[in-house]
């Protein structure tokens, strides 16, 4: 026995000895002598591959039916810790997920537990092109200036590989306009925004002038008077320079002039000329560095890949601020009215919008929407200070679709708005008949359950979400509540995800199995009741009764961060019964974690 043993465990040794040669000598072995591995020991070499490695087989993987998910998986969990839900179920979306966490990292130099790990093989050129294939965003970090500038230098064609991929841009930091260190920033901006298929743009700062540089041109005709002269008086000022260089060394192109007639045809310089023309100084002797997209590009793109077309603009889609005060509303409130390719806009402020700054914000919104050129249909509006604003949001975008606010009611309100019983839910379906998406948060919706109810009975939404609404506060009778509830649900025939996250259901979610039961079930596909304080014993309850009334489709039932701990065994069982018909999405639980969880649901 002990000899089998023996030999078993210095099998293992020896295998993982020869995986690991495999690993190191990747490059010299080649695709094809891996490849040709029985699968049995393939499946076992996979987690002893790096990141590129792995990437560079899957396709050939792929066609002999083997799947590296579990793989792309597997270090997800390495980087998040086991007890964290990997919510993704193809073997492109895992990787995709992969690539999105580490190229930032790897880019602009920073560094976790795994990177740390893997530093050699992740530091390689290699892997950054590999990334560049994979992920959608990119985030701009303008006081990293080393990496952005090895964009225009030796990383160039990296730029040129993101510009095929990039789908949405973020700008985390705020750009100074008047500083030269910023310009590499700028131009990897308009290449991603005007050059590359970019149409989603995410700002995290507040800074007008930014904002308005990064709208100038790309969908709305609003133009701003301060950038216009920011941008004229330093154009102005670089072809002049521009000129004087030409005396002294001959152009990249020759072919293009620098006269007022030819518009943004102006020369690009050769680049030992950069730093001779990439700013100038105004009388005072502060910086005046470049702005003008058009300008930078012909500062910075290497020659060979320079045309004698003017830049492209870009046309922003969708849009994203998640730091957004008074200053950048009012840009806002003159780029809207002819921001006509905008689908998506979403609006976070960190403290509650100004009744002021909404009802400025829906007069701009009604402005598009007069439009039959306006394109909007998802709106989200974070954080306002009562409900009736909603109901004038609604008014001024009758073409929106998706709709997604949170509300913190406040003390006094202006009398300018007087306030009435009627909830802004019951003029929803008459406001916005189209509408597919709603989400509600933070709103206290028990006071309103009529309303609710008749919402539900005449729309045609897909998607509900209706987190910490306090459903059942101040409910005699929760049980029946939660029931009325499921009925008008259930009348919902296009609905298919469900959320009543953080709305202290506890031992009343067993209700919510109605959903399911009848000659006429319930169609949601995905429902999240998320820290709602399930107990094990209640979940195993509405377990047995799932049972009885199983859902027609696969059910995605989110049970995360409810106290699964409490009774382990119990809590397993009822995830047992769940599985056969349920993705489930649950998440390892602290019991020091409940009252903290409690608290939060209080």
């Given at each position: 026995?002990?000899?089998?043993?023996?030999?078993?465990?210095?099998?293992?040794?020896?295998?993982?000895?020869?995986?690991?040669?495999?690993?190191?000598?990747?490059?010299?072995?080649?695709?094809?002598?891996?490849?040709?591995?029985?699968?049995?020991?393939?499946?076992?070499?996979?987690?002893?591959?790096?990141?590129?490695?792995?990437?560079?087989?899957?396709?050939?993987?792929?066609?002999?039916?083997?799947?590296?998910?579990?793989?792309?998986?597997?270090?997800?969990?390495?980087?998040?810790?086991?007890?964290?839900?990997?919510?993704?179920?193809?073997?492109?979306?895992?990787?995709?997920?992969?690539?999105?966490?580490?190229?930032?990292?790897?880019?602009?130099?920073?560094?976790?537990?795994?990177?740390?790990?893997?530093?050699?093989?992740?530091?390689?050129?290699?892997?950054?092109?590999?990334?560049?294939?994979?992920?959608?965003?990119?985030?701009?970090?303008?006081?990293?200036?080393?990496?952005?500038?090895?964009?225009?230098?030796?990383?160039?064609?990296?730029?040129?590989?993101?510009?095929?991929?990039?789908?949405?841009?973020?700008?985390?930091?705020?750009?100074?306009?008047?500083?030269?260190?910023?310009?590499?920033?700028?131009?990897?901006?308009?290449?991603?925004?005007?050059?590359?298929?970019?149409?989603?743009?995410?700002?995290?700062?507040?800074?007008?002038?930014?904002?308005?540089?990064?709208?100038?041109?790309?969908?709305?005709?609003?133009?701003?008077?301060?950038?216009?002269?920011?941008?004229?008086?330093?154009?102005?000022?670089?072809?002049?320079?521009?000129?004087?260089?030409?005396?002294?060394?001959?152009?990249?192109?020759?072919?293009?002039?620098?006269?007022?007639?030819?518009?943004?045809?102006?020369?690009?310089?050769?680049?030992?000329?950069?730093?001779?023309?990439?700013?100038?100084?105004?009388?005072?002797?502060?910086?005046?560095?470049?702005?003008?997209?058009?300008?930078?590009?012909?500062?910075?793109?290497?020659?060979?890949?320079?045309?004698?077309?003017?830049?492209?603009?870009?046309?922003?889609?969708?849009?994203?601020?998640?730091?957004?005060?008074?200053?950048?509303?009012?840009?806002?409130?003159?780029?809207?009215?002819?921001?006509?390719?905008?689908?998506?806009?979403?609006?976070?402020?960190?403290?509650?919008?100004?009744?002021?700054?909404?009802?400025?914000?829906?007069?701009?919104?009604?402005?598009?929407?007069?439009?039959?050129?306006?394109?909007?249909?998802?709106?989200?509006?974070?954080?306002?200070?009562?409900?009736?604003?909603?109901?004038?949001?609604?008014?001024?975008?009758?073409?929106?679709?998706?709709?997604?606010?949170?509300?913190?009611?406040?003390?006094?309100?202006?009398?300018?708005?007087?306030?009435?019983?009627?909830?802004?839910?019951?003029?929803?379906?008459?406001?916005?008949?189209?509408?597919?998406?709603?989400?509600?948060?933070?709103?206290?919706?028990?006071?309103?359950?009529?309303?609710?109810?008749?919402?539900?009975?005449?729309?045609?939404?897909?998607?509900?979400?209706?987190?910490?609404?306090?459903?059942?506060?101040?409910?005699?009778?929760?049980?029946?509540?939660?029931?009325?509830?499921?009925?008008?649900?259930?009348?919902?025939?296009?609905?298919?995800?469900?959320?009543?996250?953080?709305?202290?259901?506890?031992?009343?979610?067993?209700?919510?199995?109605?959903?399911?039961?009848?000659?006429?079930?319930?169609?949601?596909?995905?429902?999240?009741?998320?820290?709602?304080?399930?107990?094990?014993?209640?979940?195993?309850?509405?377990?047995?009764?799932?049972?009885?009334?199983?859902?027609?489709?696969?059910?995605?039932?989110?049970?995360?961060?409810?106290?699964?701990?409490?009774?382990?065994?119990?809590?397993?069982?009822?995830?047992?019964?769940?599985?056969?018909?349920s993705v489930l999405l649950v998440e390892g639980w602290k019991s020091t974690d409940?009252?903290?969880?409690?608290?939060?649901?209080?």
């Amino acid at each position: 026995m002990l000899d089998t043993e023996h030999r078993d465990l210095t099998n293992i040794r020896l295998k993982e000895l020869c995986f690991g040669a495999v690993r190191k000598h990747f490059a010299a072995l080649g695709t094809e002598a891996v490849l040709d591995l029985p699968t049995p020991l393939m499946k076992e070499l996979l987690p002893h591959l790096t990141i590129c490695q792995l990437d560079e087989l899957q396709p050939v993987l792929n066609q002999k039916g083997i799947s590296t998910h579990s793989e792309w998986v597997r270090v997800l969990q390495d980087m998040y810790g086991p007890n964290h839900v990997i919510d993704l179920h193809s073997e492109e979306e895992a990787k995709h997920e992969v690539m999105r966490i580490l190229f930032p990292l790897v880019f602009y130099g920073f560094t976790n537990s795994y990177v740390k790990r893997n530093i050699r093989h992740l530091s390689s050129p290699t892997f950054l092109w590999a990334a560049a294939k994979c992920i959608q965003h990119f985030l701009l970090v303008t006081s990293l200036h080393k990496p952005l500038q090895s964009l225009t230098a030796e990383h160039w064609p990296l730029l040129n590989l993101l510009e095929k991929h990039i789908k949405s841009v973020g700008v985390s930091q705020p750009i100074d306009l008047s500083k030269r260190t910023t310009q590499r920033g700028l131009y990897v901006l308009h290449r991603l925004l005007d050059h590359g298929v970019a149409t989603k743009l995410v700002v995290h700062v507040q800074c007008p002038i930014v904002l308005a540089w990064l709208l100038h041109q790309r969908g709305s005709q609003y133009v701003n008077l301060e950038l216009k002269t920011l941008m004229h008086c330093r154009k102005a000022s670089w072809v002049s320079r521009a000129t004087t260089v030409r005396t002294d060394g001959a152009s990249c192109s020759p072919g293009l002039e620098t006269e007022d007639d030819q518009g943004d045809q102006v020369i690009p310089c050769k680049s030992s000329k950069l730093d001779s023309v990439s700013v100038v100084e105004d009388e005072s002797g502060k910086e005046n560095s470049i702005v003008d997209p058009q300008v930078l590009c012909r500062t910075f793109t290497p020659c060979d890949d320079l045309t004698a077309e003017p830049c492209p603009w870009g046309q922003i889609t969708c849009l994203k601020i998640t730091q957004c005060g008074p200053d950048c509303l009012e840009v806002l409130y003159s780029a809207l009215p002819t921001f006509f390719c905008l689908h998506s806009l979403s609006l976070h402020s960190t403290l509650t919008f100004r009744y002021s700054d909404v009802l400025g914000l829906a007069g701009a919104l009604k402005q598009l929407s007069d439009s039959s050129c306006s394109s909007l249909t998802d709106l989200c509006v974070s954080i306002l200070p009562n409900t009736n604003l909603l109901e004038i949001l609604l008014d001024a975008s009758p073409t929106v679709t998706s709709l997604h606010v949170e509300i913190h009611t406040v003390m006094f309100e202006p009398c300018f708005l007087p306030l009435h019983p009627r909830t802004a839910e019951s003029d929803m379906p008459v406001s916005n008949p189209c509408l597919k998406t709603l989400n509600l948060e933070d709103m206290k919706l028990c006071d309103c359950l009529p309303d609710v109810l008749n919402l539900l009975g005449d729309c045609k939404l897909k998607e509900l979400h209706l987190n910490d609404c306090r459903l059942l506060e101040k409910c005699t009778d929760k049980e029946e509540t939660l029931q009325q509830l499921v009925g008008a649900l259930k009348t919902v025939a296009s609905l298919h995800t469900l959320s009543l996250a953080q709305n202290r259901l506890a031992k009343h979610v067993c209700a919510l199995a109605e959903l399911f039961s009848g000659s006429s079930p319930s169609s949601v596909k995905r429902l999240d009741i998320s820290s709602n304080f399930i107990q094990p014993a209640e979940l195993l309850e509405f377990a047995k009764r799932l049972e009885t009334h199983r859902p027609p489709h696969q059910l995605t039932l989110d049970l995360r961060k409810n106290p699964g701990d409490r009774d382990p065994d119990t809590w397993n069982t009822a995830l047992k019964r769940l599985r056969p018909f349920s993705v489930l999405l649950v998440e390892g639980w602290k019991s020091t974690d409940t009252m903290v969880d409690h608290i939060s649901n209080m």
